[in-house]
């Protein structure tokens, strides 16, 4: 009798060691990183930030977020949506973290906290190929703009619509801009200067920039306002080491030769 209380008291004491030493938590069992999968929202309809390309997503943003997951031992899941759609998902909670060559802008940050910036931008008026009659806002009067929702050339083109005196016709991707300036829909369009010098560059699109860029933008990769101070954190030490190590330029440089 007492052997078999013995034998009860043994394996009772060995399941509570095995109860003990198990975790049931996401941290990383080396102690090293973090294994939480944060959500990225992103638009892919931005090359050469973001583009599908094969059925894989591809583009500096994808590369960057990806390099600096690893750098800083987290993980990512990416998700493809509209580009107006990105903030919204964020308040939502269905996104961590949003991407999409977004402008760092006083307006957003009301919403969400940006990164260091990571990429120099600025608007571009562009035409078609054959237009030498448009070659500054000044020449707009009387003619039509095309403009991407949710973006800071959306945003430009409505604040100065009237001192201007030109229609706006808003629609939900590059590639629809593009096609109302080709059909002639539309007179201009107001694009981010790297993006439409790469659709240029890799598309047969008849079209040509016209006069010089019309500001300066900084890109950030956004999270929550006030949510995500670790995560945060994370992302900026991790694009300071992409850029020290100099990963970074290796991103810019294969897709824009820069």
């Known amino acids: 009798m007492k052997k078999v209380i013995l034998l009860g008291l043994i394996i009772t004491f060995t399941l509570l060691l095995a ?3 198990s975790d049931d938590s996401e ?3 080396s102690g090293n990183g973090d294994s939480t999968i944060y959500t990225v929202g992103v638009d892919v309809t931005y090359p050469p930030f973001e583009f599908q390309e094969d059925g894989e997503m591809k583009g500096i943003d994808i590369d960057l977020i990806n390099a600096i997951a690893e750098d800083q031992g987290f993980e990512i899941k990416i998700e493809a949506m509209d580009f107006s759609g990105i903030i919204p998902a964020m308040q939502a909670g269905e996104l961590d973290i949003g991407m999409g060559g977004m402008s760092i802008t006083e307006d957003r940050k009301d919403t969400v906290d940006f990164s260091d910036p990571y990429f120099e931008s600025g608007l571009s008026l562009v035409v078609a ?3 030498s009659d448009i070659s500054s806002m000044e020449d707009l009067e009387g ?3 095309a403009v991407k929702n949710g ?3 959306a945003n430009y083109a409505n604040e100065n619509k009237d001192a201007y005196g030109y229609e706006v016709i808003q629609v939900k991707d590059s590639t629809s801009m593009f096609q109302e300036v080709a ?3 539309a007179d201009a369009l107001l694009e981010d200067y790297p993006v439409i010098m790469y659709a240029i560059a890799t598309s047969d699109l008849e079209l040509q920039v016209a006069g010089d860029k019309l500001n300066g ?3 950030g990769i956004s999270v929550l306002k006030g949510e995500n101070d670790e995560l945060l954190k994370k992302i900026n030490d991790g694009l300071a080491n992409l850029k020290e190590s100099g990963k970074y330029d290796e991103i810019i440089e294969k897709y824009l030769g820069e």
């Open 19 to 21: 109860a003990c030493g």
């Open 27 to 29: 941290t990383d069992s």
């Open 129 to 131: 190929k054959d237009n």
């Open 143 to 145: 003619k039509t703009i």
């Open 151 to 153: 973006t800071t050339g």
């Open 183 to 185: 059909n002639e829909n």
């Open 217 to 219: 933008d900084n890109y």
